[in-house]
């Protein structure tokens, strides 16, 4: 069965520094999304991709932020400069149009 | 702003029993509902998803109930396993919006033989 791919598993990093979260999401998919999770709280969306653009972003979803598809198959989630807030699970997912396929997150530990 | 709330932050059930998880929202304008089964260090799961114009959707033991006019949705899982003990998340969507998922809480599931 197909399924979205998410590298690294678990990130540390020190405050201040920069990020890169990967994801290979099936690659029928036209529209590819992020989502975190902080420890004991609900998944929140971050932003929606389609047609090499962002298509819709949270409040969460600020300046230090941003996402790439560079290839045909990657898609990146970067954080420029990381908070001690920013540490969470974040999750891809991809979508054909409805129904998603998350990715089995990366855990985020920012020091 | 929580659009959608699932009350019960946990839920323990006897194997073989029915478990029943319920999720309420409060935009109107939602009109695709999803079920998420999730573990510990993993991604939410697909499960089950229901359509506005529905009211009742069945998967093999599982079954969503959308009550548009309480705007509550519930899942229904019989009979229950031990397997099934997990998180379960409801998520609600504006089709129209390209299909940004809300989320709502969680409810640990817990089946005990």
């Known amino acids: 069965e197909p399924e979205v791919t998410q590298t690294p598993s678990h990130q540390v990093t020190q405050m201040g520094q920069e990020v890169i979260l990967r994801c290979v999401p099936i690659s029928n998919h036209l529209y590819f999304y992020w989502y975190r999770q902080i420890l004991g709280q609900k998944v929140e969306f971050l932003v929606s991709f389609y047609n090499n653009e962002i298509s819709e972003k949270s409040e969460i979803f600020d300046d230090q932020f941003s996402v790439e598809r560079p290839d045909g198959s990657n898609f990146t989630l970067k954080i420029r400069s990381t908070k001690l807030e920013d540490s969470a699970m974040y999750f891809c997912?991809?979508?054909?149009?409805?129904?998603?396929?998350f990715g089995s997150g990366t855990r985020l530990t920012v020091v | 702003d929580q659009q959608v709330k699932q009350n019960s932050p946990s839920l323990s059930v006897q194997e073989g029993r029915i478990s029943i998880l319920n999720c309420d929202y409060t935009?109107?304008?939602?009109?695709?509902f999803l079920w998420y089964k999730k573990y510990p260090a993993e991604g939410p799961t697909f499960l089950i998803s229901i359509s506005s114009i529905k009211d009742k959707n069945e998967d093999g033991r599982f079954t969503v109930f959308l009550n548009k006019s309480a705007k509550h949705l519930s899942l229904h899982i019989v009979p229950s396993q031990p397997g099934d003990s997990a998180v379960y998340f409801c998520a609600a969507s504006r089709y129209n919006q390209g299909g940004k998922l809300i989320f709502g809480q969680g409810t640990e599931l817990s089946v005990k033989p």
């Open positions: 997912a991809s979508s054909p149009d409805l129904g998603y396929t």
């Open positions: 935009n109107s304008m939602f009109d695709y």
